[in-house]
């Protein structure tokens, strides 16, 4: 059944079946960690924000080198980063990631992963997740030894950045990007490095916001594709009948 709901006015449920840089100002603290302005340009990096623009960058992917935005072209993408080449955990997901191709691309997806390691370890490294996991990886795996990419997108461990001395250069999270045919970052996601991400739920929010784009549309807590939908306070009871059919309402 479809629903209303009330909060500063009425909102309605629809089904869902029926609608299918920030500038780099040197810091004043002196606690900053030094690595910091070593390991990004004197270029700005930019404040990463939902609705803001992905920064545009060039790298040495498996697949060759890359314009960053080339690459995106008119199709929704996702950027998911990874500490190491071999780790257990990531090996399980870009395993994970390459059995959904098909998903992916029913919903205009491209898929780019990136790690800590260079080419020749990614290649060593493709051919044991696809053995490992029995998938087959057809989308590129950046090479970010130098952690470029990773620091344009923050996509380092707080705590890794107080223990340089021991490590060199700070340890890679697992982040999700999820950006739009317009390069703008809609959803982003941030995993420590010892837990795994959930493909499902990658999938979901990709369902979510092309549903909310193409529908005008919001959705509740744990939607998946086929549930009912909110219609937002803005559209009255009577006009979303007439745009969706099938609505109920909730407290009118």
């Known amino acids: ?14 089904r869902s079946s029926a609608l299918m840089g920030r500038s780099q100002i040197p810091s004043k603290r002196s606690t900053l960690p030094l690595q910091r302005y070593l390991a990004t340009a004197a270029t700005e990096q930019p404040r990463l924000r939902l609705g803001s623009e992905a920064p545009n960058f060039t790298a040495q992917t498996t697949q060759g080198e890359i314009d960053f935005h080339q690459f995106i ?14 780790t257990p955990v990531c090996t399980t997901e870009l395993g994970a990631f ?18 800590a390691n260079d080419l020749g370890s990614h290649d060593r490294w493709i051919k044991d997740i696809d053995e490992i ?6 989308f590129p795996i950046i090479a970010d030894s130098d952690r470029k990419v990773a620091w344009l997108y923050d996509m380092v461990d707080q705590q890794d950045l107080t223990n340089i001395d021991q490590k060199g250069i700070a340890f890679t999270i697992r982040s999700v990007f999820v950006i739009d045919p317009n390069k703008k970052i809609r959803l982003t996601m941030m995993y420590p490095a010892s837990t795994g991400r959930n493909t499902a739920e990658v999938l979901r929010v990709i369902d979510s916001l092309q549903t909310g784009d193409k529908k005008g549309v919001t ?8 549930e009912d939908v ?12 007439k745009k969706f059919g099938q609505v109920r309402e909730l407290k009118p």
């Open 1 to 14: 059944m479809a629903s209303l709901l009330y909060r500063a006015a009425p909102r309605a449920l629809a």
């Open 73 to 86: 072209a008119n199709k929704w993408t996702i950027l998911f980063s990874h500490p190491a080449d071999f």
């Open 98 to 115: 390459a059995k959904l191709k098909g998903e992916f691309e029913k919903r205009n997806v491209k898929m780019i992963g990136l790690s």
């Open 133 to 138: 996991s029995g998938s087959n990886i057809q």
């Open 219 to 226: 959705t509740p807590i744990d939607w998946t594709a086929g």
């Open 230 to 241: 909110i219609v937002p306070p803005t559209v009255s009871t009577a006009d979303a009948k």
